[in-house]
């Protein structure tokens, strides 16, 4: 049967990012999505496409989580941007109540093109709250200097310190995503057992056609999950599918370009020989 995979995440208006970038995710990996939105992410191209998050109601979330979870426990979910702390508390709820397994928890912290930190009370209950339920936790650099509590990271060594207190905050795994911010020639991420470091290496390509990576990432593991993937080998694939998707990223409008899910698996090229 196919595998159910869900997100409980942020709408991006724009469709590149949150629970755009998942169900696509999801669909390239065969994987059937379910979705629960937490909040709506709009842009204005009149106010430099200035960001506005408007978070769900949480009896609503609450609502389509019972929906999706009619048919009994999911093969794996993630999580991304986290409305209320009511949403995080609900999501946990429904993580014991079904015994879910296969849990990735991409710790959305920002929108891009923002500095702001979404609401740190979110943050202090996601990190409470759903971090010890995680198979693994997905954040970017600037995410895992915060929990890490070390702030700016520089280096893969620094990476591999703040692994280690990530991993003391419950998940069972963790991996780091290096990015532009590294300032290397490769883009490279830093995987986390608890036990053993495993370094990903990719080209790191010159674009700012990017929007949606992270988001992709994080669901990317999440479907190699449910189709029982090793965690590592979750991570490795979802590590090329990434890569893909930057290097083929598409101009949406005049503000920012979204990574392109069907890269991969060459989705263009198949509708163009039928």
């Known amino acids: ?30 994987t059937f999505g379910f979705s629960a939105l937490t909040s709506v992410v709009t842009m204005d191209p ?13 009896v609503l979330v609450e609502k389509q989580l019972k929906t999706i979870f009619a048919g009994g426990a999911l093969d794996a979910m993630k999580t991304g941007m986290l409305g209320t702390i009511e949403a995080i508390e609900i999501t946990r709820a429904y993580i014991d109540n079904f015994e879910m ?105 010159a674009t700012d056609y990017n929007h949606g990576a992270g988001c992709t990432f994080a669901a990317a593991v999440t479907a190699g999950l449910a189709k029982d993937y090793s965690v590592v080998d979750s991570v490795s694939l979802a590590k090329k599918f990434v890569a893909a998707a930057i290097k083929n990223g598409q101009k949406i409008n005049p503000f920012l370009g979204h990574v392109w899910h069907g890269a991969y698996n060459h989705a263009q090229d198949r509708m163009t020989e039928n």
């Not at 991006?12 to 390239?28: M, R």
């Open 101 to 205: 397994n296969n849990i990735v928890i991409d710790p959305v912290m920002a929108c891009k093109g923002t500095s702001e930190l979404l609401q740190p009370e979110n943050v202090a209950a996601m990190t409470r709250l759903l971090l010890p339920k995680a198979t693994i936790t997905t954040p970017n650099l600037v995410e895992a200097g915060i929990l890490s509590g070390m702030g700016d990271l520089t280096s893969v060594e620094q990476m591999k310190e703040a692994a280690k207190n990530i991993i003391d905050l419950g998940p069972k795994n963790v991996v780091i995503k290096g990015g532009h911010r590294l300032k290397s020639d490769k883009a490279i991420d830093l995987f986390y057992d608890g036990t053993d470091f495993t370094i990903f290496e990719e080209e790191l390509f």
């Open 46 to 58: 009149d106010e430099g496409w200035s960001h506005t998050v408007t978070p769900i109601e949480p």
């Open 1 to 30: 049967m196919i595998k159910k995979v869900l997100t409980v995440a942020g709408s991006d208006s724009s469709g590149g990012a949150g629970i755009q970038a998942d169900l696509k995710t999801f669909e390239e990996y065969g």
